[in-house]
């Protein structure tokens, strides 16, 4: 594809990737590229507001999607490795500035054009293959957000299931919230835990040696989950798996020989 | 302010309506028309299929179905019923004309006392307004010959219903009661009942005959049926 | 009844540690949500329907107040008496005024949120007329003093144990080596107690599902029979219903009708559907002499044109408690009123203001799973981010959180001062997280009290990327080594 008719994404890093897990945005830069994508990364993001908007703080959560806007709003996509934070921007953004109609316009600009990553992929790049490789059973966990906000369910699924050596299992309740919920999951720990377990035994019944998902928060719920209890089950975004960046150590392992 | 008045201006101004409430009332336009809203295709069926779609509807949800030729099998059929489910021969019928003008003693053995069911009816025998096919449906009407206390009362609920009464939708039998009863009026009570009494309150064990019939059987009477 | 929201944090730990509840809950979990998928999957009009069910509604509110005269006059025109009543205590005397005139001495009663809402029952016992609740798990738990922890099956906590019990102390005058071990005998004693009930009654108290403006009618749906016998038994019929049940005709009480038994239990439509309209006419042989309709307001003109107006769609089916990850771990009993699950998180703090409600809104992961399968398409988890906002307003809540999301917002408002900041932050969580993980962490107690806290895997993504890392296969970059 010559320079000129690449789409330039503008790749919203989302905070927790940025700081806990830079792997992701590394395979999210590869996969889109791949894809025939020009891809850049604001140094101006820090954060979709998510946490503000669902503690009811509506002045900060519109500061903050001003800025977001404002850095974003150029590219001719927004892609987020994160069915949360693109449907934080996609759906609650206009939402959140309807009583604000100087902004509303911008906020229905940018949502229209943002998107979560694997569905960015096969629904606007039509890529319906990755080359590669992962040896091993993997489920799949449907973050909230992604699924329900986004409807996305069979896109992650078409792309895994083109990597060579990679074996879907599936769990019976990938539909069901992992008890995450952004600070829901430190304000009420116990009922979080509960939900959490459920999860982590529904991941133990498929039989799966890895259980990977869209959502860094998810993941790093379960992941935590699974080793507090000791299940030797390794956890992973799942663009991590498609741009086949898997000599990282999984979510909270420590790297080989430390 | 009465709590009527209070309620109902708090309302007006919430919704920036006027108290002229008649003046460009969308409320009684819309009761008015009573336009029929989407009905699922399922009921849509010639008069055969409709009956068969009702017996298998009606049978999904623990009911049973006997089809007879004419009234005159009732007598029968009450009787085959009783002998079946070993219960006394005894039975309350509605003093309905189509059930009264039946030569029950010359049938059967069996002692029938007609009237509004009691507390120690044991089988009753009524007659529906109608049925509807879409989910197996008896709608029964309160009157002077089709008491409701018998759909409830009795263990043992054996109910008549006419074919050409079996409509495809719930909207056929409003049109057909509405057009009997008069617009904007209803008989005190109307029924839909589908299946036999039933609760899962304990456990989520789902079990039959909770206060109302414990087993519902219809006769459906169509004179087509050979 | 009390609230005990207030302790919800203490109730859900409780219902966490109470084994034949999440008994009773496992069960749940599995039964409601694949009985509703399976009766959705058989009517392919189904998302259609929800969508005019939801519409029917909407047009309703809009016309609330032409709707309300409308109905009322159908009502007295058939002979019947409407009684308006503001809150819980107008309610509340007016169906005692009531009871009195009939010379009441016992009401059956069936199931009515309603008069959960207003406690009824024990305003009636101080005031010597004995409530009888007649829905089976109702009657369980008026006998056992709780509250129902289920909109539509409100003995759900308990086993058949449990009911066997409370069988036990409550018929004392049955023999009492009697066999009450399976739910078939404590049916049929209920059954038979309860029959005496109905034809002794006076007065028989039903709630509505719908009340139609086109004839005065109120729709009841059980599956039992308890409602026609309570209200076609005594001489006197008592409706109590909230303004927002009405709708405009039979079509759209039909079309209702299709949503809500399949979104309730699963069923095709509830076994019996029941539309009473005025007393019993001249010439009818049973029915009531007397019918009066309890119209209630308790909060819900306030709601209308509201930021939660829209939760006066709500038909009371039950489907998001049923499907509701938060209710399927601490059950109904948790949310500490009448209400419960998502419906009761945002209609509970409307009824008895949000301070002593503080938790439930918060209390939800907001997943969106509700709103998914509500038949009147509620946007729940928006109205849950509602109360989110008005507590924030009203500065609720801790003040540390608050003190900390305030400073984090703070920062994520300034992006070169949050780039420093956490840069320095994961370079040193980087210098204690070798192992990969906390197992605790100062100031991440709510984090890992049950869960180990994967660390920073490197620098931060941007730094790497802005000094042209790309990632490569080995890993070796992702993570910088710190020994």
Request: charged share 25%; with cysteine.
């Amino acid at each position: 594809m010559p320079e000129t008719s690449k789409p330039t994404v503008g790749l919203f890093v989302t905070c927790l990737v940025d700081l806990m897990r830079p792997v992701v945005g590394f395979a999210a830069v590869k996969l889109l590229e791949d894809a025939g994508c020009k891809v850049e990364v604001p140094a101006s993001q820090t954060c979709c507001g998510q946490p503000a908007y669902n503690s009811g703080d509506k002045a900060d959560t519109l500061d903050i999607a001003k800025n977001v806007i404002a850095a974003f709003e150029g590219y001719d996509y927004v892609v987020a490795p994160s069915g949360s934070c693109a449907g934080m921007i996609k759906d609650h953004y206009p939402e959140a500035f309807a009583d604000v109609p100087k902004w509303l316009a911008r906020a229905e600009n940018l949502s229209a054009k943002t998107y979560e990553l694997m569905s960015f992929l096969t629904d606007v790049m039509s890529v319906s293959a990755t080359n590669a490789e992962f040896s091993g059973t993997v489920t799949y966990h449907d973050s909230c957000s992604g699924l329900r906000e986004l409807g996305i369910k069979d896109q992650p699924r078409a792309l895994l299931s083109s990597v060579q050596g990679l074996k879907i299992s599936e769990g019976n309740e990938t539909e069901t919230c992992c008890g995450f919920g952004g600070l829901f999951c430190v304000k009420y720990p116990d009922i979080s835990e509960k939900m959490v377990d459920a999860k982590v035994d529904d991941i133990v019944k498929t039989g799966a040696d890895t259980v990977l998902a869209g959502d860094l928060g998810c993941l790093m719920n379960i992941a935590g989950r699974l080793q507090r209890r000791g299940v030797d089950v390794k956890a992973r975004h799942a663009a991590e798996v498609l741009a086949g960046m898997t000599a990282a150590p999984a979510i909270g392992e420590p790297v080989e020989g430390e | 302010m009465s709590a009527r008045e209070e309620i109902l201006s708090k309302l007006r101004s919430k919704l920036g309506h006027s108290n002229a409430s008649n003046d460009g009332n969308a409320a009684l336009k819309h009761i008015q028309e009573h336009h029929k809203n989407l009905i699922p295709r399922r009921g849509s069926l010639d008069k055969a299929q409709r009956v068969d779609l009702f017996v298998q509807e009606a049978t999904r949800v623990n009911a049973t179905v006997v089809r007879i030729q004419g009234f005159e099998d009732v007598p029968n059929q009450v009787s085959a019923y009783l002998r079946e489910h070993q219960l006394p021969a005894k039975i309350k019928i509605a003093p309905h004309d189509n059930l009264k003008s039946l030569d029950w003693q010359q049938k059967t053995s069996l002692m029938v006392d007609e009237g509004r069911g009691q507390g120690d009816d044991g089988v009753s025998v009524s007659v529906a307004y109608g049925g509807v096919a879409e989910t197996g449906t008896l709608v029964m009407s309160s009157g002077p010959q089709t008491p409701t206390s018998l759909n409830f009362l009795p263990l043992d609920h054996i109910v008549v219903l006419e074919a050409d009464n079996i409509a495809g939708d719930y909207e056929a039998v409003w049109e057909r009661l509405r057009a009997q009863s008069g617009p904007g009026k209803l008989p005190r009570t109307v029924n839909w009942i589908t299946g036999p009494s039933r609760t899962a309150d304990i456990e989520q064990t789902l079990l039959l005959g909770a206060h109302g019939p414990q087993r519902l059987h219809i006769l459906i009477v169509d004179p087509s049926e050979s | 009844m009390q609230p005990t929201s207030p302790n919800f944090k203490q109730n859900a730990r409780e219902a966490i540690a109470d084994d034949p509840l999440q008994a009773a809950l496992a069960k749940l979990a599995v039964g409601f949500p694949m009985r509703r998928l399976e009766a959705a999957q058989r009517l392919p009009e189904f998302e259609d329907l929800r969508d005019q069910a939801r519409d029917i509604k909407n047009h309703v509110l809009e016309n609330l107040d032409q709707y309300l005269e409308a109905y009322e006059k159908k009502v007295t025109d058939s002979g019947g008496h409407v009684h308006w009543c503001r809150d819980a205590k107008e309610a509340r005397e007016t169906i005692l005024d009531i009871c009195r005139k009939a010379g009441a001495k016992t009401v059956t009663k069936s199931k009515s949120m309603i008069s959960e809402e207003i406690a009824v029952n024990a305003y009636l016992e101080e005031n010597g007329i004995e409530p009888v609740e007649t829905d089976l798990g109702e009657y369980i738990i008026q006998l056992r003093k709780e509250p129902p922890s289920h909109i539509i099956a409100p003995a759900i906590h308990l086993s058949k144990e449990q009911v066997a019990d409370t069988f036990r102390n409550a018929h004392i005058d049955l023999a009492a080596d009697r066999d009450l071990d399976e739910p078939r005998s404590l049916l049929e004693e209920a059954r038979a107690k309860l029959r005496e009930k109905f034809l002794g009654a006076d007065v028989g108290l039903t709630g509505a599902n719908m009340l139609i403006a086109e004839t005065g009618t109120n729709v009841l749906v059980t599956n039992e029979g308890n409602a026609d016998l309570t209200n076609n038994l005594p001489r006197v019929h008592v409706v109590i219903a909230s303004i927002e049940k009405i709708v405009p005709t039979l079509e759209d009480a039909s079309t209702i009708l299709r949503v809500l038994a399949r979104s309730a239990t699963g069923q095709d439509i509830s076994v019996y559907t029941t539309f009473c309209t005025g007393p019993r006419r001249p010439e009818d042989l049973d029915g009531p002499e007397e019918y009066h309709v309890v119209l209630l307001d308790n909060g819900r003109s306030e709601m209308i044109g509201s930021e939660f107006h829209e939760m006066l769609r709500c038909i009371r089916c039950g489907a998001c408690l049923n499907h509701c990850p938060i209710y399927k771990s601490v059950g109904g009993h948790a949310y500490g009123w009448v209400y419960s699950g998502p419906m009761g998180a945002v209609l509970i703090p409307n009824l008895i203001g949000m301070e002593e409600a503080q938790h439930l809104p918060n209390a939800s992961t907001l997943c969106g799973k509700c709103e998914s399968v509500c038949p009147m398409r509620i946007p729940l988890p928006k109205m849950l981010r509602k109360w989110r906002e008005r507590q924030y307003k009203a500065e609720m809540g801790s003040a540390t959180a608050r003190w900390a999301l305030k400073s984090w917002a703070w920062l994520a408002k300034r992006p070169a001062l949050y780039r420093r900041v956490m840069n320095a932050g994961v370079a040193l969580l980087g210098q204690f997280g070798g192992q990969g993980r906390f197992k605790s962490l100062p100031l991440a107690s709510g984090w890992t009290s049950k869960r180990d806290l994967a660390a920073p895997a490197g620098d931060t993504f941007i730094s790497q990327h802005h000094k042209g890392a790309r990632g490569d296969q080995s890993g070796a970059l992702m993570r910088k080594k710190v020994h």
